[in-house]
């Protein structure tokens, strides 16, 4: 098979933006002799933190590591139900079973794809333990109404930021940005399909000391000491291990790239923004195509453009043929309950775990989750996309939506 990617006017779907800073950074690093968790790392921290106007940061491996011990913090432990949504990548439900609990699943809000707050009250039970909010796609979900309801229940609120770095919320009368954060703790990622790329790595965000203390002895297999410590220290030292840990730290190497990353993500999402902008004028007339909502107090980083084909149109088709011009998409967000892995779970569907009698791929409870996957697609969004490339996914986009009429 010819490989699509390959030719000379192809549009990816995504394409991180790295340049000769990052990689300086990351040779400094190299030539500096200490690779692993060291100073990059609580660098990156720091800048981190303060960018997104937390308390503390912690680095870990990844977002799906960063949602475990997220959820570690909070007290999630086997037996207990997080509710979240199963429109997700499946890291987010993983991460609920990592801590041998079960994911709740509640369905989405069809326009900005973020979990319906008007079901998450109904889905609460004696065992709910937290709530497992994303920001899916980079667009906020509605705290204002989840944070209040979790705090009056004595549930905690994770956030899953994977996509979310750079967007904001209003809050208060106040434009922040996420991952101050506005629940417990907030999870990103840094895989290169987000916004800003460390190669993989992931960030947890916090108010309280003792969690980021928490966080920083989970990471690193509950030890006293950090291998940082232990070298510099004037004294032998013996460290010990506190706790029950894991090895999900972040390298220098990353963190260094990261920091680099940190310092493009304004400009980032101000390109994103433009892109995002352009594509709701030139997309708006076309007929039956859905675009994205942005409410008037969430401002997105648009780490993905998703848009809902009109009815009649086939999603397979409208890809092939967009693909057969040159131009990458991907169908609607996954849901968890729908793969074979969560499927045989009779609580899968959101039932709860008291079972399901839905029809396998025909939940009753998850109709807009399964709608928002088979009836969208995302369309390229990178910060160096060009009007030309834009206006060639806009034209293919026309041509193959008339489908519908
Ligand atoms: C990408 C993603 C994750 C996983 O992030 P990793 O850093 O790859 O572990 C989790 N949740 C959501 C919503 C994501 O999009």
């Not at 497992?132 to 944070?147: E, N, R, S, Y």
């Not at 629940?183 to 990622?189: K, Q």
Request: charge should be negative; glycine fraction near 8%; aromatic fraction near 6%.
């Amino acid at each position: 098979m010819a490989d699509a990617a390959a030719r000379n006017d192809f549009i990816p779907l995504a394409l991180p933006l790295l340049g000769d800073e990052e990689a300086e950074a990351a040779s400094r690093t190299i030539r500096s002799g200490w690779v692993m968790q060291g100073p990059q790392v609580a660098a990156f921290e720091e800048e981190f933190a303060a960018f997104v106007g937390a308390g503390y940061a912690r680095a870990v491996s990844s977002c799906t590591t960063a949602l475990h011990l997220g959820l570690v913090a909070v007290g999630v432990v086997p037996g207990d139900e997080v509710i979240t949504v199963s429109h997700s990548f499946v890291a987010t439900a993983n991460s609920v079973r990592y801590c041998g609990a079960t994911p709740v699943f509640v369905d989405i809000e069809p326009g900005t794809y973020n979990i319906d707050p008007t079901l998450v009250e109904r889905a609460i039970t004696p065992r709910t333990r937290a709530i497992l909010v994303v920001h899916q796609m980079g667009m906020p979900c509605d705290m204002a109404a989840i944070v209040p309801l979790a705090r009056a229940r004595g549930l905690a609120v994770v956030e899953d930021c994977a996509c979310a770095v750079g967007s904001e919320i209003l809050w208060d009368g106040r434009w922040e940005r996420i991952g101050r954060p506005h629940g417990d703790v907030a999870c990103f990622s840094f895989h290169p399909r987000k916004v800003i790329t460390t190669g993989d790595g992931g960030m947890i965000t916090t108010d309280r000391e003792d969690w980021a203390e928490l966080f920083r002895l989970l990471r690193l297999h509950g030890m006293s000491q950090s291998t940082a410590q232990r070298h510099g220290s004037p004294t032998v030292t013996f460290e010990s291990y506190e706790l029950f840990g894991f090895n999900y730290r972040m390298t220098d190497i990353q963190a260094a790239i990261g920091r680099e990353q940190l310092k493009r993500l304004p400009g980032i999402v101000e390109r994103r923004r433009e892109i995002a902008d352009r594509y709701r004028t030139l997309l708006a007339d076309i007929p039956g195509l859905g675009l994205p909502v942005e409410p008037d107090w969430a401002r997105s980083n648009w780490q993905s453009y998703c848009v809902r084909l009109p009815d009649g149109c086939d999603q397979r088709q409208v890809m092939q043929e967009l693909l057969d011009q040159g131009i990458a998409t991907r169908r609607g967000i996954m849901n968890s309950h729908r793969e074979p892995v969560y499927r045989s779970q009779p609580w899968s569907c959101g039932a709860g775990p008291d079972g399901c009698d839905c029809a396998p791929g025909a939940c009753t409870r998850l109709v807009e989750s399964e709608q928002a996957q088979d009836r969208t697609i995302v369309l390229p969004i990178f910060p160096q996309m060009t009007d030309e490339q834009q206006d060639r996914v806009v034209d293919a986009l026309r041509a193959s939506c008339r489908c519908g009429s």
